[in-house]
Protein backbone atom coordinates (compact mmCIF):
# COMPACT_ATOMS: atom_id res chain seq x y z
CA UNK A 1 0.00 0.00 0.00
CA UNK A 2 1.49 3.30 -0.78
CA UNK A 3 1.48 5.97 1.58
CA UNK A 4 -0.45 9.26 0.51
CA UNK A 5 0.91 13.07 1.91
CA UNK A 6 -1.50 14.69 4.33
CA UNK A 7 -2.92 17.06 2.42
CA UNK A 8 -1.57 20.02 4.69
CA UNK A 9 1.97 18.78 4.18
CA UNK A 10 4.13 20.86 1.61
CA UNK A 11 5.17 19.40 -1.87
CA UNK A 12 7.48 17.05 -2.57
CA UNK A 13 8.98 19.08 -5.50
CA UNK A 14 9.39 22.75 -5.57
CA UNK A 15 5.92 23.90 -5.51
CA UNK A 16 7.71 26.94 -8.53
CA UNK A 17 8.73 24.45 -10.65
CA UNK A 18 5.04 23.34 -11.07
CA UNK A 19 4.19 27.56 -11.78
CA UNK A 20 3.60 28.39 -15.73
CA UNK A 21 4.93 32.03 -14.42
CA UNK A 22 8.08 30.97 -12.97
CA UNK A 23 8.58 28.41 -16.00
CA UNK A 24 8.25 31.62 -18.37
CA UNK A 25 10.80 33.64 -16.39
CA UNK A 26 13.51 30.62 -15.96
CA UNK A 27 13.26 27.36 -18.31
CA UNK A 28 15.19 25.12 -16.52
CA UNK A 29 12.67 25.24 -13.35
CA UNK A 30 10.40 22.89 -16.16
CA UNK A 31 13.13 19.86 -15.88
CA UNK A 32 10.91 18.79 -12.81
CA UNK A 33 7.75 17.97 -15.00
CA UNK A 34 9.66 17.78 -18.10
CA UNK A 35 9.77 14.25 -18.34
CA UNK A 36 5.83 13.36 -17.59
CA UNK A 37 5.45 16.68 -20.71
CA UNK A 38 7.91 14.49 -22.82
CA UNK A 39 6.22 11.56 -22.05
CA UNK A 40 2.58 12.64 -22.89
CA UNK A 41 3.55 14.02 -26.03
CA UNK A 42 5.43 10.95 -27.11
CA UNK A 43 2.29 8.69 -26.77
CA UNK A 44 0.17 10.94 -27.83
CA UNK A 45 2.05 11.80 -31.16
CA UNK A 46 1.88 7.75 -31.47
CA UNK A 47 -1.58 8.20 -31.33
CA UNK A 48 -1.99 11.24 -33.60
CA UNK A 49 0.57 8.89 -36.29
CA UNK A 50 -1.45 6.46 -35.97
CA UNK A 51 -4.63 8.46 -37.41
CA UNK A 52 -2.99 9.96 -39.84
CA UNK A 53 -2.35 6.30 -41.16
CA UNK A 54 -5.50 5.52 -40.69
CA UNK A 55 -7.15 8.61 -42.91
CA UNK A 56 -4.29 8.69 -45.45
CA UNK A 57 -5.62 4.58 -46.70
CA UNK A 58 -9.35 6.18 -46.59
CA UNK A 59 -8.44 9.32 -48.29
CA UNK A 60 -10.15 10.87 -44.99
CA UNK A 61 -8.35 14.52 -44.19
CA UNK A 62 -7.67 13.96 -40.11
CA UNK A 63 -7.75 17.35 -38.91
CA UNK A 64 -10.66 18.33 -40.37
CA UNK A 65 -12.70 15.15 -39.63
CA UNK A 66 -11.37 15.68 -35.75
CA UNK A 67 -12.28 19.52 -35.62
CA UNK A 68 -16.24 18.31 -37.05
CA UNK A 69 -17.31 14.67 -35.81
CA UNK A 70 -19.86 14.39 -33.85
CA UNK A 71 -20.48 16.90 -31.01
CA UNK A 72 -17.28 19.01 -32.59
CA UNK A 73 -19.94 19.99 -35.07
CA UNK A 74 -22.02 22.24 -32.51
CA UNK A 75 -19.11 23.71 -30.88
CA UNK A 76 -18.09 24.68 -34.11
CA UNK A 77 -21.75 26.25 -34.83
CA UNK A 78 -21.29 28.19 -31.64
CA UNK A 79 -17.71 29.55 -32.71
CA UNK A 80 -19.41 30.78 -36.43
CA UNK A 81 -22.91 31.45 -35.68
CA UNK A 82 -22.98 31.85 -31.74
CA UNK A 83 -25.58 30.45 -29.26
CA UNK A 84 -29.01 29.81 -30.74
CA UNK A 85 -28.43 28.48 -33.80
CA UNK A 86 -29.84 25.02 -34.44
CA UNK A 87 -29.47 22.24 -37.32
CA UNK A 88 -33.55 22.14 -37.34
CA UNK A 89 -33.11 18.61 -35.97
CA UNK A 90 -35.47 16.94 -33.43
CA UNK A 91 -34.05 15.02 -30.47
CA UNK A 92 -35.74 12.61 -27.56
CA UNK A 93 -39.06 13.87 -26.44
CA UNK A 94 -39.86 15.93 -29.19
CA UNK A 95 -37.33 18.57 -28.27
CA UNK A 96 -35.50 20.73 -30.81
CA UNK A 97 -31.54 20.50 -30.55
CA UNK A 98 -29.93 23.95 -29.32
CA UNK A 99 -26.77 25.13 -28.81
CA UNK A 100 -26.79 26.06 -25.30
CA UNK A 101 -26.77 22.29 -24.67
CA UNK A 102 -22.79 23.10 -24.53
CA UNK A 103 -21.04 25.45 -22.08
CA UNK A 104 -19.34 27.92 -23.45
CA UNK A 105 -16.00 28.11 -22.29
CA UNK A 106 -13.92 26.19 -24.65
CA UNK A 107 -15.84 27.57 -27.82
CA UNK A 108 -14.59 31.29 -26.49
CA UNK A 109 -10.95 29.96 -26.06
CA UNK A 110 -11.27 29.03 -30.17
CA UNK A 111 -12.91 32.43 -31.09
CA UNK A 112 -9.61 33.54 -28.94
CA UNK A 113 -7.21 31.16 -30.94
CA UNK A 114 -8.75 32.36 -34.51
CA UNK A 115 -7.97 36.52 -33.57
CA UNK A 116 -4.97 35.07 -33.40
CA UNK A 117 -4.09 32.56 -35.87
CA UNK A 118 -6.29 31.95 -39.49
CA UNK A 119 -7.55 28.77 -38.98
CA UNK A 120 -10.90 27.44 -39.25
CA UNK A 121 -12.98 26.51 -35.89
CA UNK A 122 -12.84 22.88 -36.13
CA UNK A 123 -8.93 23.88 -35.83
CA UNK A 124 -9.03 26.65 -33.38
CA UNK A 125 -11.09 23.87 -31.71
CA UNK A 126 -8.78 21.07 -31.70
CA UNK A 127 -5.95 23.30 -30.90
CA UNK A 128 -7.38 24.34 -27.49
CA UNK A 129 -8.37 20.41 -26.63
CA UNK A 130 -4.25 19.81 -27.76
CA UNK A 131 -2.85 22.30 -25.27
CA UNK A 132 -5.61 21.52 -22.68
CA UNK A 133 -4.45 18.02 -22.82
CA UNK A 134 -1.21 18.98 -21.69
CA UNK A 135 -2.10 21.40 -19.37
CA UNK A 136 -4.00 18.12 -17.60
CA UNK A 137 -1.08 15.89 -18.37
CA UNK A 138 1.28 18.62 -15.86
CA UNK A 139 -1.49 19.25 -13.66
CA UNK A 140 -1.91 15.12 -13.65
CA UNK A 141 1.72 15.38 -12.80
CA UNK A 142 1.48 18.04 -10.21
CA UNK A 143 -1.14 15.87 -7.95
CA UNK A 144 0.33 12.67 -8.14
CA UNK A 145 3.87 13.70 -7.61
CA UNK A 146 2.82 15.38 -4.67
CA UNK A 147 1.03 12.29 -3.00
CA UNK A 148 3.49 9.61 -4.22
CA UNK A 149 6.63 10.96 -5.71
CA UNK A 150 8.28 12.28 -8.54
CA UNK A 151 8.27 8.91 -10.68
CA UNK A 152 4.14 8.47 -10.19
CA UNK A 153 3.79 11.78 -11.21
CA UNK A 154 5.63 11.11 -14.53
CA UNK A 155 3.30 7.69 -15.25
CA UNK A 156 0.08 9.05 -14.46
CA UNK A 157 0.70 11.94 -17.07
CA UNK A 158 1.55 9.50 -19.45
CA UNK A 159 -1.69 7.25 -18.42
CA UNK A 160 -4.20 9.85 -18.77
CA UNK A 161 -2.46 10.10 -22.62
CA UNK A 162 -2.94 6.31 -23.06
CA UNK A 163 -6.72 5.80 -22.11
CA UNK A 164 -9.07 4.26 -24.11
CA UNK A 165 -10.59 7.27 -25.36
CA UNK A 166 -7.31 9.91 -25.40
CA UNK A 167 -8.23 10.72 -28.96
CA UNK A 168 -10.30 13.31 -27.38
CA UNK A 169 -7.72 14.99 -26.03
CA UNK A 170 -6.65 15.92 -29.54
CA UNK A 171 -10.69 16.48 -30.93
CA UNK A 172 -12.23 19.25 -30.63
CA UNK A 173 -14.59 17.89 -27.36
CA UNK A 174 -14.28 19.55 -24.06
CA UNK A 175 -13.24 16.74 -22.27
CA UNK A 176 -9.41 17.65 -21.95
CA UNK A 177 -10.03 21.71 -21.24
CA UNK A 178 -12.54 20.54 -17.79
CA UNK A 179 -9.46 17.55 -17.05
CA UNK A 180 -7.23 20.48 -17.46
CA UNK A 181 -8.96 22.88 -14.90
CA UNK A 182 -10.25 20.26 -12.80
CA UNK A 183 -6.61 18.68 -12.06
CA UNK A 184 -5.41 22.10 -11.32
CA UNK A 185 -8.20 22.70 -9.22
CA UNK A 186 -7.42 19.72 -7.12
CA UNK A 187 -3.61 20.69 -6.58
CA UNK A 188 -4.83 24.44 -5.44
CA UNK A 189 -7.15 22.61 -2.72
CA UNK A 190 -4.02 20.59 -2.12
CA UNK A 191 -1.66 23.52 -1.69
CA UNK A 192 -4.36 25.97 -0.09
CA UNK A 193 -4.77 28.14 -2.52
CA UNK A 194 -8.15 28.91 -1.81
CA UNK A 195 -9.06 31.48 -3.90
CA UNK A 196 -6.99 30.09 -7.09
CA UNK A 197 -8.87 26.72 -6.47
CA UNK A 198 -12.73 28.38 -6.58
CA UNK A 199 -11.59 30.39 -9.73
CA UNK A 200 -10.37 27.66 -11.08
CA UNK A 201 -13.80 25.77 -10.08
CA UNK A 202 -16.01 28.50 -11.78
CA UNK A 203 -13.81 28.20 -15.03
CA UNK A 204 -14.73 24.22 -14.98
CA UNK A 205 -18.45 25.14 -14.47
CA UNK A 206 -18.02 26.95 -17.83
CA UNK A 207 -16.67 24.21 -19.93
CA UNK A 208 -18.44 21.10 -18.51
CA UNK A 209 -21.01 20.10 -16.42
CA UNK A 210 -19.44 17.79 -14.56
CA UNK A 211 -18.07 20.62 -12.82
CA UNK A 212 -21.09 19.95 -10.17
CA UNK A 213 -18.44 17.10 -8.76
CA UNK A 214 -15.62 19.48 -8.84
CA UNK A 215 -17.66 22.01 -6.83
CA UNK A 216 -18.53 19.10 -4.24
CA UNK A 217 -15.23 18.50 -3.73
CA UNK A 218 -13.97 21.95 -3.56
CA UNK A 219 -16.91 22.59 -1.51
CA UNK A 220 -15.42 19.67 1.19
CA UNK A 221 -12.52 20.49 1.19
CA UNK A 222 -13.12 24.26 2.01
CA UNK A 223 -15.57 23.51 5.16
CA UNK A 224 -12.96 21.11 6.81
CA UNK A 225 -10.95 23.70 6.35
CA UNK A 226 -13.34 26.70 7.18
CA UNK A 227 -14.27 24.10 10.49
CA UNK A 228 -10.48 23.59 11.59
CA UNK A 229 -9.99 28.07 11.35
CA UNK A 230 -13.10 28.32 13.57
CA UNK A 231 -11.53 25.57 15.90
CA UNK A 232 -8.06 27.86 15.91
CA UNK A 233 -6.18 25.06 13.95
CA UNK A 234 -6.35 26.20 9.95
CA UNK A 235 -3.43 27.38 8.41
CA UNK A 236 -5.18 30.22 6.45
CA UNK A 237 -7.61 32.81 6.84
CA UNK A 238 -11.32 31.38 7.21
CA UNK A 239 -12.63 33.69 4.74
CA UNK A 240 -10.68 32.00 2.17
CA UNK A 241 -11.90 28.75 1.80
CA UNK A 242 -15.48 30.34 2.49
CA UNK A 243 -14.56 32.51 -0.78
CA UNK A 244 -13.75 29.03 -2.58
CA UNK A 245 -16.80 27.38 -1.35
CA UNK A 246 -19.21 30.50 -2.73
CA UNK A 247 -17.26 30.87 -6.10
CA UNK A 248 -17.34 26.93 -6.76
CA UNK A 249 -20.57 26.51 -8.24
CA UNK A 250 -21.04 30.08 -10.27
CA UNK A 251 -19.27 28.80 -13.49
CA UNK A 252 -22.08 26.35 -14.07
CA UNK A 253 -24.58 27.81 -12.01
CA UNK A 254 -24.40 31.00 -13.75
CA UNK A 255 -25.12 29.75 -17.26
CA UNK A 256 -28.01 27.74 -16.07
CA UNK A 257 -29.79 31.10 -15.20
CA UNK A 258 -28.65 32.49 -18.25
CA UNK A 259 -30.13 29.74 -20.64
CA UNK A 260 -33.50 29.83 -18.38
CA UNK A 261 -32.95 33.79 -18.95
CA UNK A 262 -33.00 33.61 -22.52
CA UNK A 263 -35.75 31.11 -23.04
CA UNK A 264 -38.14 32.73 -20.59
CA UNK A 265 -37.98 29.35 -18.28
CA UNK A 266 -36.06 28.48 -15.46
CA UNK A 267 -35.67 25.05 -16.16
CA UNK A 268 -35.01 25.66 -20.08
CA UNK A 269 -31.38 24.00 -19.67
CA UNK A 270 -32.40 20.95 -18.14
CA UNK A 271 -35.16 20.18 -20.93
CA UNK A 272 -33.28 21.23 -23.84
CA UNK A 273 -30.37 18.61 -22.09
CA UNK A 274 -33.64 16.39 -22.59
CA UNK A 275 -33.41 16.39 -26.16
CA UNK A 276 -30.01 14.07 -26.25
CA UNK A 277 -31.93 11.81 -23.36
CA UNK A 278 -29.80 13.02 -20.82
CA UNK A 279 -30.89 12.86 -17.42
CA UNK A 280 -30.20 11.99 -14.00
CA UNK A 281 -31.84 8.46 -13.30
CA UNK A 282 -29.73 7.03 -9.84
CA UNK A 283 -28.27 4.39 -12.35
CA UNK A 284 -31.65 2.33 -13.48
CA UNK A 285 -30.35 3.14 -17.17
CA UNK A 286 -26.88 2.05 -16.87
CA UNK A 287 -28.19 -1.27 -15.30
CA UNK A 288 -30.63 -1.86 -18.04
CA UNK A 289 -27.87 -1.31 -20.48
CA UNK A 290 -25.41 -3.59 -18.56
CA UNK A 291 -28.45 -6.25 -18.95
CA UNK A 292 -28.95 -5.53 -22.38
CA UNK A 293 -24.95 -5.75 -23.36
CA UNK A 294 -23.99 -9.10 -21.43
CA UNK A 295 -27.00 -11.10 -22.42
CA UNK A 296 -28.69 -9.64 -25.65
CA UNK A 297 -25.77 -8.94 -26.95
CA UNK A 298 -23.42 -12.24 -25.97
CA UNK A 299 -26.27 -13.87 -26.80
CA UNK A 300 -26.77 -12.95 -30.05
CA UNK A 301 -23.45 -12.00 -31.70
CA UNK A 302 -21.07 -10.92 -29.00
CA UNK A 303 -19.88 -7.83 -27.42
CA UNK A 304 -19.42 -4.81 -30.12
CA UNK A 305 -15.95 -3.71 -29.34
CA UNK A 306 -16.92 -0.17 -28.29
CA UNK A 307 -19.33 -1.52 -25.57
CA UNK A 308 -16.62 -3.63 -24.20
CA UNK A 309 -14.27 -0.78 -24.11
CA UNK A 310 -17.03 0.96 -22.21
CA UNK A 311 -17.84 -1.43 -19.96
CA UNK A 312 -14.52 -2.70 -18.67
CA UNK A 313 -13.10 1.14 -18.35
CA UNK A 314 -16.10 1.73 -16.02
CA UNK A 315 -15.23 -1.38 -14.16
CA UNK A 316 -12.13 -0.70 -13.86
CA UNK A 317 -12.38 2.78 -12.27
CA UNK A 318 -14.53 1.46 -10.02
CA UNK A 319 -11.56 -1.10 -8.91
CA UNK A 320 -9.30 2.31 -8.99
CA UNK A 321 -11.63 4.29 -6.39
CA UNK A 322 -11.74 1.52 -3.76
CA UNK A 323 -7.93 0.82 -3.84
CA UNK A 324 -7.99 4.88 -3.56
CA UNK A 325 -10.34 4.68 -0.46
CA UNK A 326 -8.09 2.27 0.94
CA UNK A 327 -5.26 3.86 0.42
CA UNK A 328 -6.71 7.01 1.98
CA UNK A 329 -6.15 9.29 -1.00
CA UNK A 330 -6.77 13.24 0.04
CA UNK A 331 -10.72 14.26 0.58
CA UNK A 332 -10.95 16.49 -2.33
CA UNK A 333 -9.50 13.31 -4.73
CA UNK A 334 -12.12 11.09 -4.00
CA UNK A 335 -15.36 13.15 -3.50
CA UNK A 336 -14.36 14.62 -7.01
CA UNK A 337 -13.84 10.63 -8.59
CA UNK A 338 -17.09 10.09 -6.34
CA UNK A 339 -18.60 12.55 -7.88
CA UNK A 340 -18.21 11.84 -11.47
CA UNK A 341 -18.68 8.19 -10.73
CA UNK A 342 -22.54 9.38 -9.86
CA UNK A 343 -22.72 11.19 -12.81
CA UNK A 344 -21.62 9.14 -15.37
CA UNK A 345 -23.46 6.12 -13.38
CA UNK A 346 -26.39 7.90 -12.99
CA UNK A 347 -27.04 8.83 -16.18
CA UNK A 348 -29.74 7.99 -18.20
CA UNK A 349 -29.51 8.79 -21.37
CA UNK A 350 -29.87 5.67 -23.86
CA UNK A 351 -26.67 4.41 -23.98
CA UNK A 352 -25.08 4.88 -19.96
CA UNK A 353 -22.49 4.40 -18.69
CA UNK A 354 -20.34 6.90 -21.19
CA UNK A 355 -16.28 6.05 -20.19
CA UNK A 356 -15.36 9.88 -21.75
CA UNK A 357 -17.30 11.33 -18.81
CA UNK A 358 -14.79 9.63 -16.75
CA UNK A 359 -11.41 10.92 -18.73
CA UNK A 360 -11.00 13.94 -15.81
CA UNK A 361 -11.28 11.09 -12.82
CA UNK A 362 -7.30 11.79 -13.20
CA UNK A 363 -6.98 11.02 -9.73
CA UNK A 364 -8.02 7.40 -10.15
CA UNK A 365 -4.49 6.80 -12.44
CA UNK A 366 -2.78 6.94 -9.43
CA UNK A 367 -3.25 4.18 -7.47
CA UNK A 368 -2.03 2.49 -11.58
CA UNK A 369 0.65 4.97 -11.38
CA UNK A 370 2.03 4.61 -8.07
CA UNK A 371 1.92 1.13 -8.83
CA UNK A 372 4.01 1.00 -11.95
CA UNK A 373 6.32 3.69 -10.73
CA UNK A 374 7.57 0.78 -8.42
CA UNK A 375 8.43 -1.36 -11.31
CA UNK A 376 12.50 -2.31 -10.75
CA UNK A 377 13.24 -2.24 -14.18
CA UNK A 378 12.95 0.67 -16.41
CA UNK A 379 12.59 -1.19 -19.67
CA UNK A 380 9.80 -2.74 -18.35
CA UNK A 381 7.76 0.76 -17.41
CA UNK A 382 8.51 1.58 -20.49
CA UNK A 383 7.44 -1.50 -22.70
CA UNK A 384 3.64 -1.35 -20.83
CA UNK A 385 3.56 2.00 -21.50
CA UNK A 386 4.52 1.76 -25.05
CA UNK A 387 1.90 -0.65 -25.51
CA UNK A 388 -0.95 1.04 -23.88
CA UNK A 389 -0.05 4.06 -26.06
CA UNK A 390 -0.05 1.56 -29.26
CA UNK A 391 -3.30 -0.39 -27.75
CA UNK A 392 -5.44 3.53 -27.34
CA UNK A 393 -3.92 4.69 -30.56
CA UNK A 394 -5.27 1.99 -32.52
CA UNK A 395 -8.94 1.78 -30.59
CA UNK A 396 -9.05 5.66 -31.48
CA UNK A 397 -8.25 5.36 -34.98
CA UNK A 398 -11.50 2.90 -34.61
CA UNK A 399 -13.45 5.17 -32.74
CA UNK A 400 -12.70 8.24 -35.34
CA UNK A 401 -13.06 6.25 -38.60
CA UNK A 402 -15.12 3.16 -37.58
CA UNK A 403 -17.08 3.64 -34.42
CA UNK A 404 -20.05 5.68 -33.70
CA UNK A 405 -19.73 8.80 -31.55
CA UNK A 406 -17.43 8.35 -28.74
CA UNK A 407 -19.19 7.20 -25.69
Known sequence: MTATAPAGT?????????????????FPLLRAAAPALLGYCAVRVVGVLM???VGSSRHRPVLHRLGTLWDAGWYVRIVEHGYGSTNGLVGSHGIAYSTRAFLPLFPWLAEAVR?????????????????????????????????HGHRAGVVAAVLWGVLPLAVLENTAYSEALFSCLAVWTLYAVLDRRWLTAGLLCLLAGLSRPSAMALTAAVAAAAAVELYRCLRGRGSVHWWR???????????????????????HSWGAYFRIQRAWGSSFDGGAATV??????????????????????????????????????????????????????AIDLGNGSPYPPLARFLMPAIP???????????????????????????????????????GGAPS
Do not use: D, N
Open 288 to 341: KWFEQVFLSHRAASGIPLAYAVMALTVFAYLLLFAIALLQRQPLVLLVFSAGLL
Open 51 to 53: LLG
Open 115 to 147: AVLPVSPGTALVLVASLSGIGAAWGAYAVAARC
Open 364 to 402: LLFPLAASLSRLRSRGTLLVVLAAAALVSGLYGAFVVFY
Open 241 to 263: PLTAGVLAPLGWVGYILYVGRVE
Open 10 to 26: RPQIPRQWLSPRTAVRS
